[in-house]
């Protein structure tokens, strides 16, 4: 209470997925010191690749206890050879040799990039996909560490086939979108999933909202990424998780204040954030 007295009068929330490197950095100092100030937390910083690893790393050292950065590569953009994913899995390894504070992800499968493919009449080859994730997998698994997963739709359940294969718990599904069935199976393994601010607009997330345990959920804000509806044209921000965690509460049925108690600790226990 003391430490929240300090900062603005703001309530507390973790922003559970950002793309901090993919804002301009002129940009992203004032955006979280401000959001720091005003009750922000902190932010799961997700990464692209190792240049954005590299750079995440540099702002949770930058900002420590605030940045929490994850380490991965990015599923919707072309893979480079192998050598660069075996560069990167050295790289995470490193780390946690050195004992620091750090998840995997974001990592997963490439739905948008294969589905537009497909529509155009492309063919479009998923397995090297399958075996780059199934490799970050077994990181995960190794190093015991949370993984946070970009993987929508029938993507989800092979995500879900490769995380029991190698009996991962600890993983987070951002912006979740999924068939009825999909969802019943990722409550059951006890994984997570993140909210958007497009649960103010669409129909899904609502019904994701509903189905989805409270004890399961967080916020986030997918950071740079515009969002439409009553969010039109206006710049993402880490405190705009905060208007995820307004509408799971009304959808949820609960007080604002206790709703955003729970997405605050269910953040700090996925990801080990004091
Ligand atoms: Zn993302």
């Known amino acids: 209470m003391a430490d929240s007295a300090k900062q603005g009068c703001e309530s507390s929330v973790i922003d559970a997925h950002i793309h901090l490197d993919l804002y301009e950095p002129a940009e992203l ?7 720091f100030y005003s009750g922000v937390e902190a932010v799961v910083a997700v990464s692209m690749d190792l240049a954005s690893c590299k750079e995440n790393e540099g702002l949770s050292r930058r900002y420590r206890g605030r ?22 899995l050295e790289w995470i390894r490193a780390r946690h040799e050195r004992g620091e504070a750090f998840a995997i992800g974001e990592v997963g499968l490439p739905y948008y990039m294969r589905t537009e493919r497909e529509a155009a009449g492309e063919s479009f080859d998923e397995t090297p996909y399958l075996e ?6 077994k990181l995960a698994a ?32 951002h912006w979740f979108k999924g068939s009825a069935e999909t969802i019943a199976r990722m409550i059951e393994c006890g994984y997570y999933v993140s909210i958007t601010p497009d649960v103010a607009y669409e129909s899904e997330i609502i019904d994701l909202v509903e189905r989805y345990p409270m004890g399961q959920l967080m ?15 206006r710049r993402t921000i ?28 269910n953040t700090k226990e996925f990801y080990g954030i004091a």
């Open 219 to 233: 916020a986030e804000t997918d950071g740079p990424w515009p969002f439409e509806g009553p969010y039109s044209g």
């Open 142 to 173: 190794e190093l015991d560490r949370p993984i946070v997963l970009h993987a929508v739709y029938e993507d989800a359940d092979k995500a879900c086939d490769i995380l029991q294969r190698h009996r991962v718990r600890k993983a987070h599904f």
């Open 132 to 137: 780059w994730l199934e490799s970050f997998v």
């Open 67 to 88: 940045v929490h950065p994850a380490y991965g590569f990015h599923p919707e953009q072309e893979l480079p050879g192998d050598d660069e994913r075996d560069r990167l």
């Open 238 to 265: 880490p405190g705009m998780a905060r208007y995820a965690a307004a509408d799971i509460a009304r959808i949820k049925g609960l007080a604002l204040e206790e709703a955003e108690a729970i997405l605050l600790r």
């Open 29 to 35: 100092h004032p955006m979280l010191e401000e959001a």
